[in-house]
Nanobody
Framework: QLQVVESGGGLVQPGGSLRLSCTTS????????IGWFRQAPGKDREGISCISSRGDSTNYADSVKGRFTISRDNAKNTVYLQMNSLKSEDTGIYYC??????????????????????WGQGTQVNVSS
């Protein structure tokens, strides 16, 4: 069972940047597709971005296209979410999640909560002046 831990959240001003990390000690990390979700206060958890186990396929929610970039370093068992040009509506708890997809695969499931089986505890991001 994959266990992941998020880090990198914090307080940032509008227009600023943050980089979130999702790490694991599981040596089968490169068998899993990984996604980022966020949940704003009073709202449902929404999919932000995901990346294939091979790292060559990515998806983004329309709300973050052109501002956020997902990447992975399988040698470090880490997936990153680089967030630029942050807006107040980006505020929320950011969760890392994964599903078993096979090693070095390029296919991705839809970026929906029920497609992902393993979840971290989340990291808080606050965008405010």
């Amino acid at each position: 069972q994959l266990q992941v831990v998020e880090s990198g959240g914090g307080l940032v001003q509008p227009g600023g940047s943050l980089r979130l990390s999702c790490t694991t000690s599981d040596r089968t990390f490169d068998y899993y597709a990984i996604g980022w979700f966020r949940q704003a206060p009073g709202k449902d958890r929404e999919g932000i971005s995901c990346i294939s186990s091979r790292g060559d396929s990515t998806n983004y929610a329309d709300s973050v296209k052109g501002r956020f970039t997902i990447s992975r370093d399988n040698a470090k068992n880490t997936v990153y979410l680089q967030m630029n040009s942050l807006k107040s509506e980006d505020t929320g708890i950011y969760y890392c999640a994964g599903y078993y997809s096979g090693r070095f695969t390029s296919r991705l499931r839809p970026l929906r909560r029920y497609e992902f089986d393993y979840w971290g505890q989340g990291t808080q991001v606050n965008v405010s002046s």
